[in-house]
């Protein structure tokens, strides 16, 4: 069975930094493209960033880019988001979540998803 | 401001039917495959159709997806109390270059 187990949130002063991992088990982390997503409180999902299976190519929405960086480890199995320049606005649930393929684009669809790490950004 | 849109909520009695509108545009829909996902109270989301109108692994076939130009439906049959919940539409954009949702759908059965 596929499993992801994201880890690394917590409490942040606006302006700090936080490193998310997202750990996977029951695959081959480098076939597969991965996002996170984030959900703020009582808020609709947002797609955070993409990288495909090789790390070799990257994306993020307009809100954290050049404030966020997505890698990943295939050694180990494991992606993660580093989130510098925390905002209030960042304050949000995060989930990791596995593509169908190793690239990024218009025929991928995302399952399954971890159950969420919460970064919480407050003075 | 999402760049799909969905009608915040729906609501409709058991044993009924509803559908959840998702539209968007030329480089999202109408040029990529949509896909649903579902939302429990507290929970993560999970994946129920993809491609379109394929339906996922393990997901009731009351379930149902569809699209044309650049709008997308998502009808559920027979609606059960245990289908309360957030949906929401999702794909890619080529012009942003990134995965876009819908605002997501919070479904009440009455």
């Known amino acids: 069975e596929v499993q992801l187990l994201e880890s690394g949130g917590g409490l942040v002063q606006p302006g700090g930094s936080l490193r998310l991992s997202c750990a996977a088990s029951g695959l081959t982390l480098s076939k597969y493209a991965m996002i996170w997503v984030r959900q703020a409180p009582g808020k609709g999902l947002e797609w955070v960033s993409s990288v495909t299976g090789s790390g070799d190519n990257t994306y993020y929405a307009d809100s954290v880019k050049g404030r966020f960086a997505v890698f990943r480890d295939n050694s180990k199995n494991t992606l993660f988001l580093q989130m510098n320049s925390l905002g209030l606005e960042d304050t949000a649930l995060y989930y990791c979540?596995?593509?169908?393929?190793?690239?990024?684009?218009?025929?991928?669809?995302?399952?399954?998803w971890g159950q969420g790490t919460l970064v919480t950004v407050s003075s | 401001q999402s760049v799909l849109t969905q009608p915040p909520s729906v609501s409709e009695a058991p044993r009924q039917r509803v559908t959840i509108s998702c539209s968007g545009g030329s480089s999202n829909i109408g040029n990529n495959a949509v896909n649903w996902y579902q939302q429990l109270p507290g929970k993560a989301p999970k994946l129920l159709i993809y491609?379109?109108?394929l339906l996922s692994s393990g997901v009731s076939d009351r379930f149902s997806g569809s699209k044309s130009g650049t709008s997308a439906s998502l009808a559920i049959s027979g609606l059960q109390s245990e289908d309360e919940a957030d949906y929401y539409c999702a794909t890619w954009d080529d012009s942003l270059n990134g995965v876009v949702f819908g605002g997501g759908t919070k479904l009440t059965v009455l």
């Open positions: 979540a596995k593509g169908r393929l190793g690239v990024v684009g218009g025929d991928d669809w995302f399952a399954p």
């Open positions: 491609f379109d109108d």
